[in-house]
């Protein structure tokens, strides 16, 4: 099944086959996500792209970037997100988490944020290395490993900023 397989960019909203498909598979991946109540694979308000692999009407893999404005260290940055990352497991090992991660990684870098970041499990860092991501320092008590980009000029300027002290960020993605 991996011939045919099509990328497509959805700026905004999923159509709602998809929709429907990635929030099941947040629901049972990350339970703890909303309660398990969640009705929409991002927030709206973070500006989603979404890049979805597929076949036909079929989601067989997907990540999102989103954009948020921040501030850390005494100034204000547009800061970009990769979330939603996740390929259904028939179809885990043929690099499509990659091709939706390398698409998604591209957008945030022709986005004009000046950072970005994504949260993972420490044992998905070289995964997320490949495409260009380092690890920052967590927040105290933090499990996940924070990772970042830094885009822009003034990012990378900041990057000692933000390799000093972890970022807080309002809302998810």
């Known amino acids: 099944m991996d011939g045919g397989l099509e ?17 099941s598979f947040i629901r049972i991946v990350w339970p703890w ?62 690099g499509h988490g990659s091709r939706v991660v390398e698409a998604t990684t591209r957008h945030i870098e022709a986005s004009g944020v000046d950072v970005a970041a994504l949260f993972c499990g420490v044992q998905r860092i070289p995964f997320y290395e490949r495409s260009g991501w380092r690890v920052v320092p967590s927040a105290p008590g933090e499990e996940s490993a924070r990772m970042m980009l830094f885009v822009s000029e003034r990012g990378r300027v900041a990057r000692p900023a933000f390799e000093a002290a972890p970022f807080h960020v309002d809302q998810g993605w």
């Not at 990328?7 to 929030?23: I, N, S, Y």
């Not at 989103?66 to 090992?93: D, S």
Request: proline share 8%; hydrophobic share 40%; net charge positive.
């Open 33 to 94: 996500h909303d309660h398990g109540t969640i009705g929409e694979p991002s927030n709206p308000a973070l500006r989603p792209v979404h890049f979805a692999l597929v076949a036909g009407d079929q989601l067989i893999s997907l990540a999102t970037a989103t954009e948020v404005e921040m501030e850390h260290a005494g100034q204000r940055f547009r800061m970009g997100g990769l979330g939603n990352v996740m390929t259904f497991p028939a179809y885990r090992g043929r």
């Open 7 to 23: 990328l497509l960019t959805f700026p905004g909203r999923l159509p709602t086959h998809l929709k429907w498909q990635a929030v």
